[in-house]
């Protein structure tokens, strides 16, 4: 199973994106077992989780983006979706998804840039 993630791109501060990420080659069953994380890296920084969704449809988020992030997802399409408002220059990072478990269920993709101008 591999990670396919798609939606980055350039904003303004303010503005909003929406995340998609979708796991290739996964059957439904197994997907939807999957607590999903979404997770960002920026240049000199480790990774850090910025929010979760239970295959039942349970969130958590960050501080950092706690009011301004929603996270969601589609188990028929196997999917889990970002959407972000009001972003920030400190969103500025590489964003990726995949599963919460140890090792997690499906091969790290490439990430989604996501680049906020002030």
């Known amino acids: 199973v591999q990670m396919v993630e798609s939606g980055g791109g350039m904003v303004q501060a303010g503005g909003s994106l929406r995340l998609s990420c979708r796991a290739s080659?996964?059957?439904?069953?197994?997907?939807?077992?999957?607590?999903m994380g979404w997770y960002r890296q920026a240049p000199g920084k480790q990774r850090e989780l910025v929010a979760s969704?239970?295959?039942?449809?349970?969130?958590n988020y960050a501080d950092s983006v706690k009011g301004r992030f929603s996270i969601s997802r589609d188990n028929s399409r196997k999917t889990v979706y970002l959407r972000m408002n009001s972003l920030k220059a400190d969103d500025t990072a590489l964003y990726y998804c995949n599963g919460m478990g140890d090792p997690p269920f499906a091969l790290w993709g490439q990430g989604t840039q996501v680049s906020v101008s002030s």
């Open positions: 969704i239970t295959g039942g449809g349970d969130t």
């Open positions: 080659g996964s059957i439904f069953s197994v997907f939807i077992a999957q607590t």
